[in-house]
């Protein structure tokens, strides 16, 4: 298994500013994922974080919006940019490890924005 | 159409009784299935793997129907413990999909009462 942490755990945030989540695993993974998860919904794949090259990113989700940076194995930040109160969300980031099909996640940044 | 869907509940069931989930999918080539477990504010556990043989894990049964594009989770002998939302998750195995990408259902709520 692998033990993620994510920093910071909740933050309550202005509208039109701009909140950096990060990711750390304590061992080197194959694949990094972050997903949202709104209210009373189910989890929604932002993009796969590629080390060392730009994130891939699913329908709806854009770089401008989404910024993410993995520079090494066991990091990533993703960026939720101009922040509206529709961001609200809980972002995990999720992890594969090495020989595994399963994902590991973390245990998540609560972001409210006003 | 989503691509797993499945019902939300909720569910609630006095300890010791037999409760069972169900959950379609629609991609006929989705690859792996998985139930994972997510408890109020927490993140998503795989809680087991979904093999077409059918698994078992204590008290907890799963089953993939390929043909009928199904999957069921079956849980006997409820403990309030069991209490918490179970995700019905797909790995789709088509070039269309990113490598390693869940898709998730909405989850079904499971309240076990005393």
């Known amino acids: 298994s692998a033990v993620i942490s994510q920093k910071p755990s909740r933050d309550i945030c202005q509208r039109g500013t701009s909140l950096t989540i990060q990711c750390q695993v304590d061992s080197q993974v194959t694949m990094m994922f972050w997903y949202r998860q709104q209210p009373g919904q189910s989890l929604t794949l932002i993009a796969t974080?590629?080390?060392?090259?730009?994130?891939?990113?699913e329908s709806g989700f854009v770089i401008d919006k989404f910024p993410i940076s993995r520079p090494n194995l066991t990091f990533s930040t993703l960026t939720v940019s101009n922040m509206s109160p529709e961001d609200s969300s809980i972002y995990l980031c999720?992890?594969?490890?090495?020989?595994?099909?399963?994902?590991?996640f973390g245990p998540g940044t609560r972001l409210t924005v006003l | 159409r989503k691509e797993v869907e499945q019902d939300p509940g909720p569910f609630n069931v006095p300890e010791g009784a037999t409760v069972a989930f169900n959950c379609t999918y629609s991609?006929?080539?989705?690859?792996?299935f998985f139930w994972y477990r997510q408890d109020c504010r927490k993140e998503p556990k795989l809680l087991m793997s979904v093999y077409s043989s059918g698994n078992e894990d204590g008290r907890f049964t799963a089953q993939l129907n390929r043909a009928s594009q199904y999957i069921s989770l079956l849980i006997r002998d409820s403990k309030l413990s069991d209490s918490a939302t179970y995700l019905c998750?797909?790995?789709?195995?088509?070039?269309?999909?990113?490598?390693?990408?869940?898709?998730f259902g909405r989850g079904t709520q499971l309240t076990v009462w005393p």
């Open positions: 998750v797909v790995i789709p195995l088509d070039r269309g999909s990113t490598l390693g990408r869940l898709y």
């Open positions: 999720s992890v594969v490890t090495p020989g595994s099909d399963e994902q590991f």
């Open positions: 991609n006929s080539a989705s690859q792996s």
């Open positions: 974080a590629n080390q060392g090259s730009e994130a891939t990113y």
